[in-house]
């Protein structure tokens, strides 16, 4: 098991450009997320998914596109990248919980992305 | 969107030292989960609490859920060096689809 891939590890973006991080899961997980990390802010949700077909936004959707069009892959597009959207972005996935209860997430190594 | 406070943003300790992070919500927590981050690292699953007033222990580590649901703790005893990284606590939603997390709290550990 791979567990959570994400690609690339880096990346450096001039202002405007547009890209897909992507993110795929060997775990038949079907909740998918996307955070971005900024120091002291903790982790923000961008967008998930709790299955094929269905996205949502999350706390910061605001420069950001997901589609979930199978179980395995998540791919995050920045539209046209700002020096804002410089951060470090996480995927995550789970099984889906019971109710209110969650369940362990499996992150991904991170992508370290950097808009000049 | 929910809202969860964490506390201290840093901590330096003594190796030896105890080290306690705090989770607080304004809102009444469904279940509450803890995961570490190593510096350049990806956050990794330590523990979830559901029930009211729940503690749970894995070795030097205890975590505890409020009775009234709405803050968490993580105490570590007697701190070593490799308990270096960021904790961070998460909260779910009502339905449980998503889970909002805490700005964390970065333990530094000085040998």
């Known amino acids: 098991n791979a567990g959570v891939t994400q690609t690339p590890k880096f990346q450096v973006l001039k202002t405007g450009q547009s890209m897909t991080l992507q993110c795929a899961q060997d775990?038949?997980?079907?909740?998918m997320s996307w955070y971005r990390q900024d120091p002291g802010m903790g982790l923000r949700l961008i967008h998930y998914?709790?299955?094929?077909?269905?996205?949502d936004q999350g706390e910061v959707p605001n420069g950001y596109n997901v589609s979930r069009s199978t179980t395995e892959d998540f791919p995050l597009r920045l539209l046209s990248a700002a020096p804002s959207q410089t951060s470090v972005y996480f995927c995550?996935?789970?099984?889906?919980?019971?109710?209110?209860?969650?369940?362990?997430?499996?992150f991904g190594q991170g992508t370290r992305l950097t808009v000049v | 969107g929910q809202q969860v406070m964490q506390i201290p943003q840093y901590q330096h300790v003594q190796e030896g030292e105890d080290f306690t992070t705090y989770c607080n919500s304004s809102?009444?927590?469904?279940?509450i989960q803890w995961y570490k981050q190593r510096p350049g690292g990806h956050p990794v699953f330590l523990i979830q609490l559901v029930k009211s007033g729940e503690v749970k222990k894995q070795k030097r580590l205890t975590f505890q859920f409020g009775e009234a649901k709405k803050n968490s703790s993580l105490h570590i005893t007697a701190t070593q060096t490799t308990d270096v990284g960021t904790y961070f606590c998460a909260a779910s939603t009502n339905t449980g689809n998503q889970f909002y997390f805490g700005t964390g709290t970065s333990l530094t550990v000085i040998p």
């Open positions: 995550a996935s789970r099984f889906r919980g019971q109710g209110a209860i969650s369940t362990e997430a499996f």
């Open positions: 998914s709790v299955g094929a077909g269905i996205t």
């Open positions: 809102t009444t927590l469904s279940n």
């Open positions: 775990m038949n997980h079907e909740y």
